[in-house]
């Protein structure tokens, strides 16, 4: 089940080289990075970054804000030889934790919707490099499939 994550990083390259067809990156209605939460589609996390900070909201099927209860979210990133793993905070209906030093590392993110039920683990690159096409950092770069429609991509 685990992917590599030597995957996740070609696949991000991928998505700037936009050789193949790629997905690109779901962006939710905060303009923030969709992950799943779940294992069928049915809860959301919306990563943004303010300040230093990300922020990621809990969204439902139908990418509509949910309340902050009991979910749990834990974080583990930055150095694979040396992960950190940042103190998450609840404000709101977001959790928040600080963003790690540099500028392009891996963060994994494990979500709990309840004590009942099992963690979720989404993972995704963070890299501030700006794509040239939309003017996003690539980790909110969702070029992969309007480059494949320029391209006339055919099958
Ligand atoms: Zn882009």
Redesign the pocket.
Known sequence: MKKPLLTIAAGLLLCISSAFGHGGVELGPNGGRILEFSTNETIHGEVTLKDGKFHVAVLDRDMKPVALKDQTLIVTGGDRANPEKPKVEKSGDHFVFPALKGDSYLLVVQFKEKPSTKFVTARFEYDATI?S??K?AEWL???GDKKDDKAGKKK
């Open positions: 794509c096409a939309c996003n770069c969702k070029c």
